[in-house]
């Protein structure tokens, strides 16, 4: 095999590493040879999209729901043969190194993302190709992240009624990744029974292809508060932090979305829950400045 490596990256403008809309992404493809090689073909592509994907079963029948949208899509050759086909394009042994430069679109689109059944990805992709039967190609990902314009309105109150009844009041309902916000709870117990609060971010991601739509959530136990006796009323504030990775809220995918619900829940001292109180709340990435 003439060709030893082949291999694509990309120049970072910021300190995560991380792409938004309008920024130039700029890199080098190599590629290692061990003699002169003839090239059809050798170019680098660009590549933004969103895909989806999952199953359900129909009796006997399994049936396969997928979609897939691109964002944007920009190819620049580095090397053509003037004859369709010859070859004649030569690459010199040892380590070549070709740069070149992309504009990411200026446009509202999602971040970078990997649910349970889809996925948006933002690719860089080289192709060297010698001969219809000799093809060499390698990829790589960069994280792109869209600055988020969710509310950051405070005191966001929810109650609860029964004999166990709840004011949740959050600070705020948009937060930023890895940062805190604080809770208060008023617990008023005219119960037998002593309760406890627990907190939960419960995560929801939805997808839709095909005009079908299917959800999947996850629960993280954020803690869980003071108990509050019989018969008696409390109010507990409780400081939660946001994992710094956890990935952003969006809407802006027609394919695809993600949100979260600060959850509060009564628990009885048997164990047994007395309902929930739901909150929105935003999960806000965090953009960094260009490096200089």
């Not at 059809?40 to 895909?51: I, T």
């Not at 999602?110 to 059944?117: A, C, D, L, R, V």
């Not at 966001?156 to 009624?161: A, D, K, L």
């Given at each position: 095999m003439t060709v030893k490596h082949l291999s694509v990256e990309y120049n970072k403008v910021n300190e995560r590493g991380t792409f938004s809309p309008g920024d130039v992404i700029s890199g080098r493809v190599t590629v290692v040879t061990n003699k002169e090689t003839k090239v059809?073909?050798?170019?680098?592509?660009?590549?933004?999209?969103?895909?989806v994907t999952w199953c359900e079963q129909a009796g006997q029948t399994t049936v396969v729901h997928s979609d897939k949208k691109r964002y944007f899509y920009f190819e620049h050759i580095i090397l053509q043969d003037k004859k369709k086909g010859d070859g004649s394009e030569i690459i010199g042994p040892g380590r070549n190194v070709y740069p070149f430069t992309f504009v990411i679109p200026n446009m509202y689109m999602?971040?970078?993302?990997?649910?349970?059944?889809g996925k948006i990805t933002y690719s860089l992709r080289a192709q060297l190709t010698q001969s219809i039967w000799l093809v060499h190609k390698t990829k790589t990902e960069f994280p792109f992240l869209t600055k988020s314009d969710f509310p950051f309105a405070s005191n966001?109150?929810?109650?609860?009624?029964g004999k166990v009844t709840m004011n949740v009041t959050s600070e705020k309902m948009g937060v930023?990744?890895?940062e805190a916000v604080g809770v208060s709870v008023e617990v008023l117990n005219d119960s037998a029974r002593t309760v406890t609060p627990r907190f939960y971010l419960c995560e929801k991601q939805t997808f839709v292809a095909q005009s079908k739509r299917t959800i999947y959530t996850n629960d993280i136990l954020f803690g869980t508060g003071?108990?509050?006796?019989?018969?008696?009323?409390?109010?507990?504030?409780?400081?939660?932090?946001?994992?710094?990775q956890l990935p952003p809220t969006f809407f802006n995918c027609c394919m695809m979305k993600l949100e979260y619900r600060l959850k509060v829940l009564k628990v009885c001292s048997q164990l047994q829950s007395h309902g929930v109180i739901s909150l929105l709340i935003y999960v806000t990435p965090i953009l960094n400045p260009v490096l200089m």
């Open positions: 059809q073909c050798f170019l680098v592509r660009a590549k933004g999209k969103a895909e999602p971040s970078s993302y990997e649910g349970k059944w966001i109150s929810f109650y609860g009624s930023k990744q890895g003071d108990s509050v006796p019989a018969e008696t009323s409390r109010t507990i504030t409780k400081v939660l932090s946001i994992p710094p």
